[in-house]
C-alpha cells in the first residue's frame, strides 16, 4: 500500500455560524490515486474540497469539528496562500478564466506559488498536454470556447506542480467527445506525473472509469465507499448513479422497493 | 376597549400588518407622544437662544438628512450633491420670497417642488448608471449647481447673495429663535412621518428592493428607472424643504456655504447616524451639528485663554479632520451607525439584568 | 494665431498632468474596484513630502524626490493596511465613503501642519529643458513632466504587460476568487496596488507642485479633476486616462481662453454629465466580455 496523501477525519463545515453543510467526513486519499467523489446537487462535495484548498474562508465557511492532516500536518482553517504553497491546488467549478488576460498570461498565474522561479519549461509541458492551448497562447481568454478553458484552468493549476489536484466537475457543459478527451488527459496527468487527483464529477460513469477509489456523499455526509470497481459493480449504485436498474432495464420511478432503498441513504 | 399592546417576549406576529406597524407597543406610541409633548411645550421654556439656535440648526439638518437617507439608504444611489440641492432649495425660496413677494408657506414647500425637479434632472443619469458612476455624475451636478449659483447673476445676484423679507405667518410676523422653532419642528415632525409611512407602502418597498438587488427588482416587475427618479426627487424635495427654511431662519443667503463640503456633511449623518434609518438620520444631525459646534466652542475657548493665538484660521481644518475621523471610525467599527447603537442599548436595558 | 498656440501648448501640457494624476487612481480603480475619493490628497501629501524634504531638511533635491515617492509608498501601503483591508468583503458604499472620510481626515491634517499657504520649491530643474519656438515658450518643469510622465507609463505598462507579479494583479481585478484559489496573494495585490498608486499620485504632485506651487486646496481640486479625466477615458484604461487628461486639459484652457474664464472650472464637468448620458463607460473602457 502506498502512503496516505491526505486525510479528513471526521469534519463538519458550518457557514456564516449557521449552516452546517457537512456533518463529519471523514475520507483518506493515497498518493498518486484518483479518488471520486460522487453525489447529487448540494451533498457536499464541493464544500469538502473547499475546506481541503482553504477556499471557504473567503466565502464566510469554516472547519468547526475534526482535522484535515496533509503528509501528517493540520491545514484546516488555513488561508488558501498557505495551503496552495503545499502543493494543493483547486481547480474551480464552472472554469473561471481570467477573461481579460492571454492564455499564456493565465497560464503564468499558475506560478504565483513559486513566483520567481523559471517557467518556461512548465509552460512547454502544459502545451504538450493540451496542445489545443498552444495555438491560442496569445487571445484573449474571455473568447475561448468551453472546451479550451477547461483545459486552460487545468492547465493553469498544471503550472502550481500541484502534488494535489482537486478537480470540481471538470466535464460540466462539455460535449461528450470533449469530456472523454479531458478525462483521458486527467489519467495521463496522474500517471506521468504521479499526481495525486480527488475529482469531483457528476459523470459517475465516466469518473469510475478512471478512478481508483470512490466514495459517495449525500447530505454533507459520506455514505459509501470503495474501490472504483467495487462500486461500479454495486447494485445500489448501478441504480442510483449510473441509471441502471439490476435487471438492466431502464429504472422506473414508481418502484417502491427503490425509494426504500434510496430511503436508508439519506 | 382594545386590547393594550405590550412588548411580548418573542415573534409572535402573525400577519404581515403586524411587521409593518409603526409602533409595536403601546408604550412606543406612549413614548412619542411624550416626547413631541415634551419638544414642543418645555424645551421653548427652558432653553437659552443660543440653545434654541442649536436646536434649529438641528432640525433644518435632519429634514435634509432624512432626504438623504432615503435616497442612499433605502433607495441605495449614493449622491454627492445634496448640499448642491439644499442650496438650490434656499435660491428658489429666496427667490419665490423676494421676487414673487409669496408668503413663507407657500414658498418653502415651493422651493421644495423646484429642487424636486433639478434633482431629477441630475437623477436621469441613473436610468444608464450604476453606483460608482451615478456618484461621480452626481459629483459633477454638485460643481455645476455651484457655478450657476454664482454666476447665473440676473437670477441668483451672483456673490451678493439674496437677503430674505422678514417671516409673517398668517398675519402675525415669526421672530426669534423660538418663532422659528416651532416652524421648524412641525416641518419635521411631519417630515419624519411621512418618511416612516413611505417606507410601509408599494413605493417604499419598491426602493428597497432596488436598493437590494435592481436586477432582481427589476425582475420582479418593478420599474427600476420611474422609481430611481422618483426617489431622486423625494431626496432633493426634503432637501429643497430643508434649504428653503434655512434661508429664511438666516434672513440672507449666498453661495459660499453649498459647496462639496456640505454634501460630504449631510453623507456623514446617514453613515454616522445609520444607512436605513429614519432615526438614525436624525442621530446623525445631532451629532453632527453638536460636533460642529463643540469644535467652535473648543477654539473659541483655546483662543481666549491664549493657548492658541494665531491659530483662528485652524478652526475649519480641525473640523475637517474630525469629521473625516468621525466618518472612518463609525465605518470600521459601527457601519450600521448610531442607531444601531440606539437599538443595542435600548435592547439591552429592556433585557436586563437577564442580558446575554 | 499665436494665441491659439499658446493655448494649445497650454492645454496640452496641463492636460498631460491630469492624465499623470489620474493614473494612480484607475490603478486603484483596477486591481480593486474602489473609487478613491482622497486621491487629491495623495497628490497633495505627496507635494508636501517633497517640500518639507527639500525646503526645510534641505537634503539634494534627486535624493529628497526619492525619498518623498518612498513615503507615499509607505503611505499607499499603510492606508490599505489600515483602513482598507478590514472592509474587504463589505458593500461597495462603505468603502467609497471610507475614502470620503480619509479624504477630510488628510486635508485637514494637511492644513493643520502646514496652513492654506502657498508654498514653493526652490529653483532646481536645469534651463536646457525649456523650450522656445517663436513667441511660444514652455517652462522647463513641463518638459521634466513630459519625461517623467512618459517614464513611469512606460515602467508601468512593462511592468503589468511582462512581470509576473503585474499579471498577478490583473489576475486579482480579472477574478479574485480564481487568483485565490492558484494561491496569488491577494492582500499583498491590494497593499502593492495602494501602495503604487500612492507613489504616482505623489509623483504627479510633485510635478504640479512645481508648476503651480503647493497648496492643499488646489491639489485637492485637481483630485477631483480626476473623475472626469478618468471617466472620458474609462475608468480601467491607463492609457485612456491620459488621453482624456489631454482632452479635459485642453477644453479647460480653450474655454477659458475663449469662451469665459470662470467657465473654465466647470466644463469638465459639464462634459462628463454629457459623457455619462452618452457613452456611459468613456471612450476606452473595457467592454465587459459576457458569457453566460
Not at chain 1, 15 to 33: F, R, T
Not at chain 1, 50 to 59: D, H, N, Q, R, T
Not at chain 3, 260 to 266: G, H, T
Request: net charge positive; hydrophobic share 50%.
Amino acid at each position: 500500500m502506498d502512503a496516505i496523501l491526505l486525510q479528513l477525519n471526521n469534519i463538519s463545515v458550518v457557514y456564516s455560524d449557521v449552516i452546517q453543510v457537512l456533518k463529519g467526513v471523514s475520507l483518506a486519499v493515497e498518493k498518486n490515486h484518483i479518488v471520486s467523489l460522487l453525489g447529487s446537487n448540494g451533498a457536499g462535495k464541493t464544500t469538502t474540497l473547499k475546506a481541503v484548498s482553504g477556499l471557504l474562508k473567503p466565502e464566510n465557511g469554516r472547519v468547526t469539528d475534526g482535522t484535515i492532516l496533509y503528509r501528517d500536518s493540520e491545514i484546516q482553517n488555513r488561508a488558501p496562500e498557505t495551503i496552495t504553497r503545499h502543493g494543493i491546488i483547486q481547480v474551480l467549478e464552472g472554469r473561471q478564466p481570467f477573461k481579460y488576460l492571454t492564455i499564456e498570461e493565465n497560464l503564468r498565474v499558475g506560478t504565483a506559488t513559486r513566483w520567481g522561479k523559471p517557467y518556461r519549461e512548465d509552460l512547454e509541458k502544459v502545451y504538450h498536454y493540451f496542445p489545443a492551448l498552444e495555438k491560442r497562447r496569445r487571445g484573449l481568454a474571455g473568447y475561448c470556447s468551453g472546451g479550451e478553458l477547461q483545459m486552460l484552468v487545468m492547465g493553469r493549476a498544471l503550472m502550481a506542480h500541484p502534488e494535489l489536484l482537486l478537480l470540481d466537475e471538470p466535464s460540466l457543459g462539455l460535449a461528450p467527445l470533449v469530456v472523454l478527451e479531458i478525462f483521458r488527459i486527467i489519467r495521463r496527468i496522474n500517471e506521468e506525473e504521479g499526481t495525486t487527483i480527488i475529482l469531483v464529477e457528476q459523470n459517475a460513469r465516466m469518473a469510475l472509469q478512471i478512478a481508483h477509489y470512490g466514495y459517495v456523499m449525500e447530505n454533507g455526509k459520506i455514505v459509501m465507499e470503495g474501490t472504483a470497481d467495487s462500486l461500479r459493480e454495486n447494485p445500489d449504485i448501478r441504480e442510483f448513479y449510473l441509471g441502471m436498474s439490476a435487471a438492466g432495464a431502464a429504472k422506473s420511478y414508481t418502484d417502491v422497493k427503490s425509494y426504500r432503498r434510496r430511503k436508508r441513504w439519506l | 376597549m382594545r386590547k393594550i399592546h405590550l412588548q411580548p417576549c418573542g415573534n409572535f406576529r402573525e400577519r404581515y400588518d403586524q411587521e409593518l406597524t409603526v409602533f409595536s407597543t403601546d408604550f412606543g406610541r406612549l413614548w412619542a407622544g411624550i416626547g413631541l409633548l415634551i419638544l414642543f411645550t418645555l424645551i421653548p421654556l427652558l432653553t437659552s437662544p443660543y440653545m434654541m439656535y442649536i436646536f434649529n440648526m438641528i432640525g433644518i439638518a435632519a429634514i435634509a438628512a432624512i432626504g438623504l437617507n432615503i435616497l442612499i439608504g433605502f433607495t441605495g444611489q449614493i449622491s454627492l450633491g445634496h448640499g448642491a440641492f439644499f442650496g438650490v432649495g434656499a435660491y428658489a425660496g429666496a427667490i419665490f420670497a423676494t421676487v414673487l413677494h409669496l408668503p413663507m408657506f407657500l414658498s418653502v414647500p415651493a422651493a421644495g417642488l423646484v429642487t424636486a425637479g433639478v434633482g431629477m434632472i441630475f437623477g436621469i443619469p441613473s436610468g444608464r448608471l450604476k453606483g460608482l458612476y451615478l456618484t461621480i455624475a452626481t459629483l459633477a451636478g454638485q460643481f455645476i449647481i455651484e457655478y450657476l449659483l454664482i454666476h447665473w447673476e440676473t437670477l441668483t445676484q451672483g456673490t451678493m447673495g439674496i437677503t430674505l423679507p422678514p417671516v409673517r405667518l398668517m398675519g402675525l410676523p415669526v421672530t426669534g429663535d423660538t418663532g422659528f422653532f416651532y416652524i421648524i419642528f412641525i416641518a419635521l415632525s411631519g417630515a419624519v412621518w411621512i418618511a416612516i409611512n413611505l417606507m410601509r407602502t408599494r413605493c417604499g418597498r419598491a426602493f428597497i428592493a432596488i436598493r437590494d438587488n435592481d436586477r432582481a427588482a427589476e425582475g420582479m416587475g418593478i420599474p427600476i428607472f420611474p422609481y430611481k427618479l422618483l426617489s431622486f426627487g423625494i431626496s432633493s424635495f426634503y432637501a429643497g424643504f430643508a434649504g428653503a427654511l434655512w434661508a429664511f431662519y438666516m434672513g440672507s443667503i449666498t453661495a459660499e456655504p453649498f459647496n462639496l463640503g456640505l454634501s460630504i456633511e449631510y453623507i456623514a449623518m446617514v453613515i454616522i447616524g445609520g444607512m436605513g434609518s429614519i432615526s438614525g438620520s436624525i442621530f446623525g444631525a445631532v451629532f453632527i451639528t453638536l460636533l460642529n459646534e463643540s469644535l467652535r466652542f473648543m477654539t473659541e475657548m483655546l483662543m481666549n485663554t491664549g493657548m492658541v493665538t494665531q491659530s483662528g484660521l485652524n478652526v475649519a481644518p480641525l473640523r475637517e479632520f474630525v469629521f473625516g475621523l468621525a466618518i472612518v471610525l463609525f465605518i470600521l467599527l459601527e457601519p450600521r451607525g448610531l442607531a444601531e447603537v440606539w437599538r443595542i442599548t435600548r435592547s439591552s436595558f429592556r433585557l436586563w439584568p437577564f442580558s446575554y | 494665431m499665436d494665441f491659439f498656440l499658446q493655448l494649445l501648448v497650454g492645454g496640452l501640457s496641463v492636460g498631460f498632468l491630469y492624465g499623470l494624476s489620474a493614473m494612480g487612481f484607475v490603478m486603484i480603480f483596477k486591481s480593486s474596484s474602489i473609487l478613491n475619493f482622497a486621491h487629491g490628497e495623495l497628490l497633495a501629501i505627496g507635494a508636501y513630502f517633497f517640500l518639507a524634504l527639500a525646503t526645510w531638511a534641505k537634503l539634494p533635491i534627486p535624493f529628497a524626490f526619492l525619498l518623498a515617492l518612498g513615503g507615499c509608498f509607505v503611505l499607499g501601503l499603510l492606508v490599505e493596511r489600515i483602513f482598507l483591508r478590514p472592509l474587504i468583503g463589505e458593500p461597495l458604499i462603505f468603502v467609497i465613503m471610507l475614502t470620503v472620510g480619509l479624504a477630510a481626515m488628510f486635508k485637514g491634517l494637511i492644513l493643520l501642519i502646514w496652513g492654506g499657504n502657498l508654498y514653493t520649491y526652490p529653483e532646481f530643474l536645469p534651463k536646457i529643458l525649456e523650450i522656445r519656438w517663436g513667441l511660444i515658450r514652455i517652462p522647463p518643469v513641463y518638459g521634466a513632466a513630459l519625461i517623467i510622465g512618459a517614464l513611469f507609463l512606460l515602467l508601468f505598462g512593462l511592468f503589468f504587460k511582462f512581470s509576473s507579479q503585474g499579471i498577478y494583479m490583473r489576475s486579482v481585478a480579472d477574478n479574485q476568487r480564481a487568483a485565490l484559489s492558484l494561491g496569488v496573494n491577494v492582500k499583498r495585490v491590494f497593499a502593492l496596488s495602494w501602495a503604487i498608486a500612492a507613489l504616482v499620485a505623489g509623483m504627479s504632485g510633485i510635478v504640479l507642485g512645481i508648476i503651480n506651487g503647493v497648496n492643499v486646496h488646489n491639489l485637492s481640486a485637481i483630485g477631483l479633476k480626476v473623475f472626469p479625466v478618468v471617466i472620458l477615458g474609462g475608468l480601467d484604461s491607463i492609457g485612456g486616462a491620459i488621453i482624456g487628461g489631454i482632452i479635459i486639459g485642453l477644453l479647460e484652457t480653450f474655454t477659458g481662453g475663449y469662451i469665459s474664464p470662470s467657465l473654465r472650472d466647470v466644463v469638465p464637468y459639464i462634459v462628463l454629465v454629457l459623457i455619462l448620458l452618452i457613452k456611459p463607460y468613456g471612450l476606452f473602457g473595457l467592454k465587459e466580455i459576457e458569457r453566460v
